[in-house]
């Protein structure tokens, strides 16, 4: 019989020296009571519960903790107004991790700007992390692709839920793998009605992103970057860093994740013809990752001849 990992939920307030001292509220949720802290940071206007398969999958070993959050500007947490900075979030990130009293030994995974969260976090705190995956993201100045633009105008627009659903959909995964059967045991047929289902959930249960949020976090992305010399000081911190991308990623350049293991010295995880949400389409893969990087922690090598 498996015991159902604990299960937290809360607000921190982060800001109170920042930002003009005007301090804002952060949710999270924390799953497990494991003495492996396992921090996820969602990407683009996205709440912190998109994990929701990843954060399943570690509830199931008793020697996880993990934490979600939903960033500024999503969610349940506060959208101040303002245009948005990734170290701006990764600072928010830092006092909700000193609130939850984790200040060393965290193992990081990072998705799109989730990931480019993760690089600032981890540039600004080196000490207190063990190990990051980098997930479908880049270090910055890499022009936009058209569908990215096209999609980031069009999703704040698009009033019908299944239409929104659909665009979502059929920009973060291929459409390949979405019309492809779901999982045995899944309740559903296809991979495309597992996460159509996935995100009427999500809509109907997570407040509905402000524009001006959304505005403020599409900036945050768009104008990102982590320069070499930043990026070798993360190389030579000793981290375990693991870089993943996917051949078919619409929504940010694969290149980009090409670039961040040259000058992290990491090694990079293709996924030929996956899309942008790859913790959602590879989940077994992805934590099977994340697990490895937690056994080798800081200093470790990653072993990638066992995948």
């Not at 959208?79 to 948005?84: C, N, Q, R, T, V």
Request: contains cysteine.
């Amino acid at each position: 019989m498996t015991v159902p990992a604990s299960h937290e939920t809360g607000y921190i307030e982060v800001g109170h020296k920042r930002d003009k001292k005007v301090p804002l509220k952060l949710y999270y949720e924390k799953t497990g009571n494991g003495p492996k802290k396992l921090l996820l940071i969602m990407g683009l206007n996205s709440p912190g519960s998109a994990w929701e398969p990843v954060v399943r999958h570690f509830a199931q070993h008793p020697e996880y903790t993990t934490v979600f959050f939903d960033n500024r500007g999503i969610g349940f947490s506060d959208a101040p107004k303002g245009l948005y900075a990734t170290s701006q979030m990764a600072q928010d990130t830092l006092e909700l991790l000193d609130a939850l009293g984790w200040t060393e030994n965290i193992h990081v995974a990072g998705v799109s700007m989730g990931g480019m969260i993760g690089l600032e976090l981890v540039h600004a705190d080196p000490k207190r992390f063990s190990s990051l995956i980098l997930t479908s993201t880049n270090a910055g100045r890499s022009p936009p692709q058209l569908v990215t633009l096209s999609f980031l105008s069009r999703v704040i627009l698009v009033k019908d839920p299944e239409a929104r659903i659909k665009l979502i959909v059929e920009t973060l995964y291929p459409l390949k793998w979405l019309d492809a059967p779901a999982r045995k045991n899944s309740g559903y047929n296809t991979n495309r009605e597992v996460v159509a289902a996935s995100l009427k959930r999500r809509f109907a249960t997570t407040p509905l992103q402000p524009l001006h949020a959304n505005i403020a976090q599409s900036w945050a992305a768009l104008f990102h970057h982590v320069n070499s010399k930043r990026l070798a000081e993360i190389r030579t911190s000793g981290l375990a860093i693991l870089v993943v991308t996917g051949t078919a990623d619409n929504f940010v350049r694969p290149s980009g994740s090409y670039h961040l293991a040259k000058e992290l010295n990491a090694p990079l995880v293709v996924f030929e013809g996956s899309g942008h949400a790859l913790p959602g389409e590879q989940t077994e893969t992805y934590c099977r990752f994340i697990e490895e990087l937690v056994e080798k922690g800081k200093n470790g090598v990653f072993e990638l001849d066992k995948y």
